[in-house]
């Protein structure tokens, strides 16, 4: 019993729900945190949290508009301590060259070229009613979810970096997750997908709506633990975050039954919230590639750890880098920078396709 949240299964799911969420203690905010999709649910819920916490000095927001940026500045106003500055960006991660302009909007105030951030938490997600194509050729929960997710999450390390140059402690890079990854597609299914594991995702007649957003979450648990595995955790620190069910408009495009059942058994959005803010920056739980699930360190989809979920994730990694570099152009050069000057790498390099050696090998 005493195991039965680590494990798979709609028994432990269910389990799951029934424990409460362990009682936080507030964390000192590192100085500069970063939060994608605070918008709206779980980010505006966040940032609200965030702004209650000692030590912050700057708060980086982004939505998908002006207009959103401008509603979330005004939100936040009154709960925004004198010492404080936000900072509102536009991003929509269906589109690449809205990517590189954040990318670039965010680096743009800094002597050094790059804005120096602690924390960074990769909140936004979405869940597709039915399937349909971004401005690039992958569905978008695909594409949101984990394709532009992961692609962040490289065009960030010189950021997370340059933070840990500042503090005393590591840069975190948070990706929010789901226990519903539970029940994803099937790693022997993806496993044996015949053109990729990507293409075999983006062939709609393999695309339902719950299928697509679960496994995108579990897909970003494969690279962040891969991820995680390449960097030194003493500079940047990956984790994924399972805020766990929350009534947010997360469910707009599904029927009504659904979303009813989430709304009875979803939490509030502060207390999920609370969860991702202390996944982000408390340290009780949190490990390099771990996954954060509702306040506690927990063990992700057991076949995660077998020979061929292994597999799958170096394939995955490889495929997605490869994918990144075919499609944005850069993608890698930032992870690549890490390795090759030596000081995160440990002796390995990383090549132009992302692929990852020992110095001596080469
Ligand atoms: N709610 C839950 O039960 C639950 C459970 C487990 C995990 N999560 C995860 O928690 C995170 C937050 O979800 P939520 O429940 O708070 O849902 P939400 O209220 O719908 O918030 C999602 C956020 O992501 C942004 N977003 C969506 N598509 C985007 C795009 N193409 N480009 C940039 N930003 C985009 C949204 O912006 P717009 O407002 O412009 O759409 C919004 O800020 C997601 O990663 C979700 O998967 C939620």
Redesign the pocket.
Known sequence: MANLPNQDGMFAFFFRRLLAIPQFAAPTSPTTVLL??????????AAEILLSLPGLKNLLL????RE?SLQTRQHLANLCPASVNIETFE?????YD?IREFVTNLNAGSNSGTRSVNIAI??????MGKYEL?HGRFE?TL???YI?TALLSLLLLPNLRSGSGTSSSPSRLSI?????HYFATPIPTLYNSDDGILCYLNDPSNFSSQGA?LTS?LLGILFGRALSEKLDPTEVLVNMI???????????DLGWLFRIS?WLC?RS?HV?AGV?VQGALGDSGVVSGGFYSEGRDTKPLSEVFTERGRELQERLWSETLDLLRAEYEGSTSALAQIYNDGLGGRGRMVEASGTVRAKDDL
């Open positions: 994608i999709g605070a918008n709206s649910g779980i980010g505006l819920a982004t939505t998908r508009s959103k991003v929509d991660l269906t589109d809205s990769l909140n936004a997600g979405l869940m971004g978008l594409q949101v979810n532009s929010c997750s789901s226990d519903g957003y979450k399972n805020p766990g069910i929350a009534r947010t408009n997360l469910f707009r989430m979803g959005v999920a991702v």
